[in-house]
């Protein structure tokens, strides 16, 4: 199911679409896997460029600061769309105590702790989110948002996946630009004739220290945000994370 983002104020309908009726500014927010102090930085660049919009691209969590995070982007006054990632779907299918796929087991008392520490409010909020999003804009035609692919948001593919291997789950996308996360690496590359970029990870990204993340305006651009990692890590120390050490040290080591 594709659910196509409404802005209020700045959108026109058209047959069933949404086309945002001047041009807009969208940071898209990816795998911030509750790395507040990564996220206030990047919030930082957002504001500095102005954005109409953020699409926050799945997986806040798990992670040390998955709920502050979680709550700072409630209230944000940035208009905010959420699509789920494969953490948070594991957070709500935990909760609930049902089986969640491609989660291994010794991770479940990670996600159990996460619940523990979240209103109902706060997860029914999660379970709220589509797995996609979809906008039109004049300068960038349509604009497809999913975490991992459109079919599968625990899917892995890279710049390097041959097109016939990793082709069959964008079938039946029509948009021209499809925005992605999940492997925590940017990169820009096309599937026949669909160009697909991924916007890398906030908080815990596999291609250096800084925070990545996508801005989206007249044209795609990938972006990093340098944030100060010592102090980062202090504040994940300051947390009960069950897992802080091992995160500091893949994340600010």
Not at 27 to 46: K, M, Q, R, T
Not at 100 to 122: K, R, V
Not at 171 to 180: N, S
Request: hydrophobic content about 45%; some cysteine.
């Amino acid at each position: 199911m594709i659910v196509r983002i409404r802005l209020d104020e700045c959108d026109v309908k058209n047959e069933g679409r949404v086309i945002l009726s001047r041009r807009m500014r969208i940071a898209a927010l990816y795998d911030i896997h509750g790395n507040l102090p990564a996220l206030e930085a990047v919030l930082a660049d957002v504001r500095s460029v102005g954005v109409d919009c953020i699409v926050v691209g799945g997986d806040i969590f798990p992670g040390p600061m998955a709920r502050d995070v979680l709550h700072y982007l409630i209230a944000i006054e940035i208009p905010v769309e959420f699509i789920r990632g494969n953490g948070d779907r594991a957070l709500v299918e935990v909760a609930n105590g049902t089986e969640s796929a491609g989660l291994p087991p010794s991770l479940i008392p990670l996600f159990q702790w996460h619940a523990a520490q979240l209103e109902q409010a706060d997860l029914s909020s999660v379970a709220a989110w589509p797995m996609t999003t979809a906008l039109t804009v004049d300068e960038l035609g349509d604009v497809l948002f999913c975490h991992a692919t459109p079919r599968d948001d625990n899917e892995m593919f890279d710049v390097s996946t041959p097109d016939a291997q990793i082709a069959p789950a964008f079938a039946g996308v029509d948009a021209r630009l499809v925005i992605c996360g999940h492997t925590h690496r940017q990169f820009d590359r096309s599937i026949g004739g669909m160009r697909v970029v991924n916007a890398g990870s906030v908080g815990m990204p596999f291609d250096g220290r800084h925070a990545r993340w996508l801005y989206l305006s007249d044209s795609v651009e990938l972006r990093q945000t340098p944030y100060d990692l010592a102090d980062a890590a202090r504040r994940v120390r300051a947390t009960d994370y069950p897992r802080a050490e091992e995160f500091i040290e893949a994340v600010m080591g």
